[in-house]
């Protein structure tokens, strides 16, 4: 038998004969360096990372990933169909994706900038079930997240994530790790955009880097959010002094 994933194989920016739109390097989003460098990317059946530092490019991929597959602009399901402000890139409309032959049966586009609107969403058409019966405003950001992984995510899913642990303390970063963990089991597939070396300590995951050069294959202890954690949980009294002077 066939295995289903990855549901999202591989990605490329179209050639430039095959694309309906001519592309204006000096414009954003292709005025991102790891962007207008950036050549095919393959995933990981079960989870990939996208790494680096703010305005890399990252989340612009990542949400045009996400409405290529048919997500809405602010995230959730793809029957969440609202959009409060139009901010989203020309990027999706520009991406080669190649699929599995196999639809996954679950999908989820989190963003943690937005959540509080898929939130509102969620109270306004009355579509609680999913989360516990309970309005995500009723909880800490922390918990609504936890209560998505937890109660929302049914497995044999593609699921997009920007930044999840914006709503997380490092215990439950753990948590969360050990929940990815139990849906990647179930023939679910992850592409995570993140700055935490927790999560990015994920088995066997497959980290992309976004930098000036395009975008890269690295390790976990080669990423620059790996060793400066290190260095600085290692020698923490000696960077303090470095950053804030003798007195620190």
């Known amino acids: 038998m066939l295995a289903a994933k990855p549901y999202l194989k ?3 920016i179209r050639r430039e004969e095959e694309r309906e739109e001519k592309i204006d390097s000096g414009e954003y989003p292709f005025s991102i360096p790891a962007i207008q460098e950036m050549g095919e990317l393959e995933f990981h059946p079960d989870v990939t990372f996208f790494v680096g530092e703010n305005g890399a490019g990252k989340s612009t991929l990542l949400e045009a990933i996400a409405l290529s597959m048919g997500f809405g602009p602010e ?26 032959f196999k639809m996954p049966e679950d999908g989820y586009f989190l963003r943690a900038e937005s959540f509080y609107n898929v939130a509102t969403y969620m109270d306004e058409v009355g579509y609680l079930s999913g989360y516990g019966g309970k309005s995500l405003h009723g909880r800490s950001h922390g918990e609504s997240f936890m209560a998505l992984l937890t109660l929302k995510l049914r497995g044999k899913g593609l699921y997009l ?10 215990s439950r970063q753990l948590a969360a790790l050990s929940a990815i963990h139990q849906l990647a089991q179930d023939q679910s597939q992850f592409i995570i955009a993140t700055h935490s070396p927790i999560l990015l300590a994920y088995p066997g995951a497959k980290i992309f880097q976004f930098d000036d050069s395009g975008v890269h294959e690295t390790s976990y202890e080669d990423t620059e959010h790996f060793a400066i954690t290190r260095d600085f949980l290692n ?9 804030l002077g003798e007195e620190a």
């Open 235 to 243: 020698h923490y009294p000696k960077r303090l002094e470095q950053l």
């Open 161 to 170: 994530f920007d930044e999840p642990e914006a709503a997380l303390s490092p």
């Open 10 to 12: 591989k990605i490329s």
């Open 75 to 100: 995230g959730g399901t793809r029957n969440s169909r609202f959009e409060t402000a139009s901010t989203t890139s020309s990027l999706n409309r520009h991406l080669q994706i190649s699929k599995s």
